[in-house]
């Protein structure tokens, strides 16, 4: 995308950001933004988690963040460019694992998606010292905490708008 911030990136006449915030805020209790730039653009819709590490680290620096700031239970983690998430998501993830603070992560006949998650909070000192180890791969990690892979058939739900191609389709 040309080194532009994806969150806000036009699709259907609306920053991709908002049409995710849009499917997620009514499966959750609480929204956070994990964000490294444009902070105070993102802080108008939600509260802003930026890395707790230096140099950009990558994706599970920003669930480090999430885990370090979320109550205790249950951090659900999707990706700002994703605007056709299932609207029961949650829900399903949750059923699958049950009472067993157990992570899960969507799987659809494209691919794994370990960027789709339910990963407890009691997660954060492992996720801690596999970044202390410089580990930065999300689905090397997801399968190093056992999660469960949930599967969904619709992979159109959980296709990444990344490029200009996937913007107009």
Same mark, same amino acid.
């Given at each position: 995308m040309g080194g532009e911030d994806k969150?806000?990136?036009?699709?259907?006449?609306?920053?991709?950001?908002?049409?995710?915030l849009g499917r997620l805020a009514p499966q959750v209790?609480?929204?956070f933004i994990s964000a490294n730039r444009n902070i105070d653009r993102y802080a108008t819709l939600?509260?802003?988690?930026?890395d707790l590490r230096p140099g950009l680290p990558g994706?599970? #620096?920003? /669930?480090? &963040?999430?885990?370090s700031a979320a109550p205790g239970g249950y951090l659900l983690v999707v990706p700002c460019d994703t605007p056709r998430?299932?609207?029961?998501?949650?829900?399903?993830?949750?059923?699958?694992v049950g009472n067993t603070r157990k992570p899960a992560f969507v799987t659809t006949p494209a691919r794994e998606q370990p960027l789709f998650a339910?990963?407890?909070?009691?997660?954060?000192?492992?996720?801690?010292a596999t970044l202390d180890r410089d580990e930065r791969r999300v689905l #090397?990690? /997801?399968? &190093?905490?056992?999660?469960?892979?949930?599967?969904f058939d619709d992979a159109a739900a959980f296709a990444n708008l990344n490029t200009p191609q996937s913007l107009a389709g």
């Open positions: 969150g806000w990136i036009a699709w259907q006449g609306a920053p991709l950001v908002t049409h995710v209790d609480r929204v939600a509260p802003v988690l930026p994706p599970l #620096a920003g /669930i480090e &963040a999430g885990l998430l299932p609207v029961d998501l949650a829900a399903r993830l949750l059923a699958a339910l990963l407890h909070t009691d997660l954060l000192p492992h996720l801690t #090397a990690w /997801i399968r &190093a905490i056992g999660a469960t892979a949930v599967p």
